[in-house]
């Protein structure tokens, strides 16, 4: 299909995109257009105006600033998977990005987009959660910062108001005690998944500390095993596949049931742990 | 919503400067079709799913069909009629030709485009990795293994003549 008409402009500046957004109630910020086209094409949304934000100063940049990479809204999830200080500083960003579509998307989907979109079997909106980042966001009131674990606040919801644009995401730098695993189950290469895990924890003596499981396909945001953290943490494999009976709760969709779904999370936490325990020297 | 104002955009499409006026809600495969005559590029899902669509911009591919033309004013569009023209797919045309990677060839055109971003980033990848690369590309004929025949004989001769 073909989209309904609508009005287009290309923003000047963050502070002229946060004006235009706010002056017309049916109004998108567009990045890589990688789901919004897609969803005007199908006549799935019908926004009045596109506000453009493609190409504006001070969105694209990707830096080890005070102990966190910050990476700009802007940054192509292409240009995040060759950056060589994600892959050293955030490499749970870096071993997710090849799971998002096809190098095509990749080329032009944004970081802040994936973010901003909200998917719940999307893989950063996950790996935001379980590396316990942060979103920075411009809005009519100004400038203000979100925790990832209050920024997802339902079905492609979000803290995100009509006249906020995310301008950068902030993870914490890791380090030698930093210790990360990540796996997705989809049917094929590049689809979104039926299941997915992204977790960070630190090292501490034989055993992990500060673990954070997020799972992603299992609900309307990504999901905290909180249980299955503490078991894991106690170093209780079986204990912790067993708690995620209670940690998700995987609605059925067109492409698993529930049921499927939490099995296949037990399958993935194995995985993951694994991850997180060989990362250690 | 009634039709919108035109937008004045010129930009570079296979080396030729085009000055034309789009309607925001057009995208770059249809422009390139319909305003420019330049059918090479094929319309399938319209939602990024089939890769039927896919052209260069500013030098890496894309989807054109999840990519306004209003956003492609001052840039450099490439399209298949372009890269068979300049002789950069002929090894990669020759190959599909001789190991029937195409049939109907609806997904052809995409299908070239894809694979040589992966053949320009030099060596030999793997048949898993020729597969992972151009998941993003329906064909609903070949049964894909002729396209990653032609894509990895491309990738040995290319990297035979160094
Ligand atoms: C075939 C296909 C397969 C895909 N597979 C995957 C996958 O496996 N995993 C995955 O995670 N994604 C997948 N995607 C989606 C892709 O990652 C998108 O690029 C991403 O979801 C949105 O990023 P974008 O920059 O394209 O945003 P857009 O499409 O431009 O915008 C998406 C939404 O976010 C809003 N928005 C965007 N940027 C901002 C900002 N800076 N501030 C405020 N609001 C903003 C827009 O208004 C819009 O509502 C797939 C897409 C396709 C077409
Ligand atoms: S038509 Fe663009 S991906 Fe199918
Ligand atoms: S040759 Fe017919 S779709 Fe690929």
């Known amino acids: 299909m073909k989209p309904a008409p609508f009005a287009y402009t290309k923003a000047r500046s963050v502070e002229h995109a946060v004006e235009l957004a706010g002056r017309d109630g049916e109004a998108r910020i567009l990045a890589g257009g990688q789901s919004l086209i897609a969803t005007l094409n199908m006549r799935l949304s019908r926004p009045t105006l596109l506000v453009d934000i493609n190409g504006l100063d001070g969105l694209d940049g990707l830096a080890l600033k005070d102990g966190a990479v910050e990476i700009g809204a802007l940054v192509r999830h292409a240009q995040a998977g060759r950056s060589d ?11 997710a990005i090849p799971h998002i579509g096809h190098p095509a998307i990749r080329n032009r989907g944004t970081i802040g987009g994936s973010i901003a979109f909200a998917d719940p079997a999307a893989e950063l909106p996950a790996c935001l959660v379980a590396l316990g980042g942060e979103v920075v966001i411009a809005g009519g009131r100004g400038e203000r910062t979100v925790k990832a674990d209050d920024f997802f606040t339902g079905l492609f ?10 301008k950068a995401i902030r993870v914490p730098a890791a380090n030698a005690a930093t210790r990360i695993g990540f796996a997705e189950l989809a049917r094929r290469h590049g689809d979104y998944a039926l299941v997915g895990l992204a977790a960070a924890a630190r090292a501490e003596g034989d055993g992990l500390a500060d673990i954070r499981l ?4 299992v609900g309307a945001t990504p999901v905290r095993a909180r249980k299955a953290e503490a078991e894991l943490a106690r170093g209780a494999l079986d204990d912790a596949v067993a708690a995620l009976a209670d940690d998700l709760d995987p609605p059925d969709d067109v492409q698993e049931t529930g049921a499927v779904k939490r099995h296949l999370a037990g399958v993935l936490l194995r995985r993951v742990a694994k991850q997180l325990m060989e990362g250690r020297q | 919503m009634s039709p919108q104002p035109a937008h004045d955009i010129t930009l570079m499409v296979n080396g030729e400067a085009i000055a034309e006026s789009v309607e925001p809600r057009t995208t770059l495969v249809d422009f390139l079709r319909e305003a420019l005559g330049l059918t090479g590029s094929h319309v399938g899902c319209e939602h990024g799913v089939c890769g039927a669509c896919t052209v260069r911009l500013d030098g890496v591919i894309v989807r054109g069909c999840l990519t306004l033309a209003v956003q492609c004013d001052g840039r450099r569009v490439e399209t298949i009629e372009g890269l068979s023209d300049s002789g950069e797919l002929a090894d990669l045309q020759a190959a599909f030709e001789r190991r029937n990677a195409l049939q109907c060839g609806f997904c052809t055109p995409g299908m070239m485009l894809t694979a040589q971003e992966l053949l320009a980033a030099g060596g030999v990848p793997s048949r898993d990795t020729i597969r ?20 990895e004989s491309v990738a040995q001769a290319r990297a035979q003549q160094g």
């Open chain 1, 85 to 95: 200080i994600i892959a050293k500083n955030a490499p749970l960003i870096a071993k």
């Open chain 2, 132 to 151: 992972a690369h151009i998941s993003g590309n329906y064909c609903r004929c070949t049964g894909y293994h002729a396209i990653v025949d032609a894509i």
């Open chain 1, 214 to 217: 997020a799972y992603f396909g």
């Open chain 1, 157 to 166: 919801e979000t803290e995100l108001g009509s006249d906020d644009v995310l």
